[in-house]
């Protein structure tokens, strides 16, 4: 990597295997992440990164075939939580969905931080979680629980104080082995090499997007650039709130808080709260729909997103969700 030439795909292999082993130190691991960083990123040094975490991380073994709808983070926006609650959106419209993610990152309120405050227990056990998408039809899966090998690579990152490789590479390894998924991006350059590498990691289909005013989420103030994945071809598309009848907003109308703002902004959602966080959440909703092929086009995939906000089935989902990791194990 001093000369500017990528590592070969068995140089990366090895490389991440030694990071996530505890074999590599801190110095090496930092100046592996940082000679990347000075490289353009390709599906190679994804797909083995990804690869790598897959193979060290702690899997919840299920027979449903799961989505997930997570972003990489780290996009500044300090948005209310998008994600989460289009997760509960699309368990109440009937889906199985392996919610992953972590603690805040680059905003106050993290998947993880926010369902905590709303009442969920976050450590759950493999067979828990197991046990909750075939009960709930949600399962929140936190990073921290699943991924322990990622304990190597905190102080390195830590210490470089940038994002690196690793904010791009847990949405590619769901331990319930999501194989639909829509994943958002804090940069849209990263869309591409994501896209090919789900590809190449055998997800069954996706869409990879970046909204307007660098969201990792579809965007309400303007257009988001989409690359998309079915049948094992990508394509690019670009999708506007308008198009889907919805009102355009800036990005401040979105502004969160920390956890219990951020929660209870998402309850109120589920109970009925009209304005910009709901038509932000049924349009990521709707996109979601689309991308893991479980409705076939926006139009109705908002439909359904709406009737289960409408109907109560997104909240029924979050109080379910509440109750079972508060029940004793069995």
Not at 68 to 91: E, K, M, P, Q, R
Request: overall charge negative.
């Amino acid at each position: 990597m001093r000369d500017g030439e990528a590592p070969t795909p068995a140089l990366l292999d090895q490389a991440f295997a030694a990071i996530l082993s505890g074999e590599a130190t801190q110095a090496q691991i930092g100046a592996f992440l940082m000679g990347l960083e000075r490289l353009t990123l390709t599906s190679d040094m994804i797909t083995s990164g990804a690869s790598a975490m897959r193979a060290a991380m702690t899997r919840v073994d299920t027979p449903f075939a799961c989505i997930d709808v997570c972003g990489t983070g780290g996009d500044g926006s300090h948005t209310l939580n998008i994600s989460t609650a289009v997760s509960f959106v699309l368990a109440g419209a009937g889906l199985k969905v392996a919610k992953h993610g972590n603690r805040a990152m680059s905003s106050k309120s993290g998947a993880a931080d926010v369902l905590e405050a709303l009442g969920v227990k976050l450590e759950l056990s493999p067979a828990q979680c197991a046990q909750a998408l075939d009960e709930v039809g949600l399962v929140f899966l936190f990073a921290q629980a699943h991924h322990p090998a990622m304990r190597h690579v905190g102080p390195a990152r830590r210490e470089l104080g940038f994002r690196t490789i690793f904010n791009l590479l847990g949405p590619l390894s769901n331990p319930a082995n999501a194989q639909r998924q829509l994943v958002g991006v804090f940069a849209d350059d990263k869309r591409g090499p994501i896209a090919h590498a789900l590809m190449r990691l055998g997800c069954e289909s996706a869409w990879v997007v970046h909204g307007h005013g660098g969201l990792d989420e579809l965007s309400l103030s303007g257009p988001t650039r989409v690359t998309a994945l079915k049948d094992k071809t990508l394509s690019e598309l670009e999708i506007h709130p308008n198009d889907l009848g919805l009102t355009t907003a800036p990005l401040d109308a979105l502004k969160g808080g920390d956890a219990a703002y951020n929660a209870r902004a998402l309850r109120e959602l589920l109970q009925g709260e009209t304005g910009p966080y709901r038509d932000v959440v049924l349009l990521n909703a709707a996109a979601a729909l689309v991308a893991t092929a479980a409705a076939p086009d926006l139009t109705e995939a908002l439909a359904r997103a709406t009737t289960s906000l409408n109907s109560r089935a997104a909240l029924s989902k979050l109080d379910q969700l509440i109750a079972f990791t508060h029940r004793t194990p069995s």
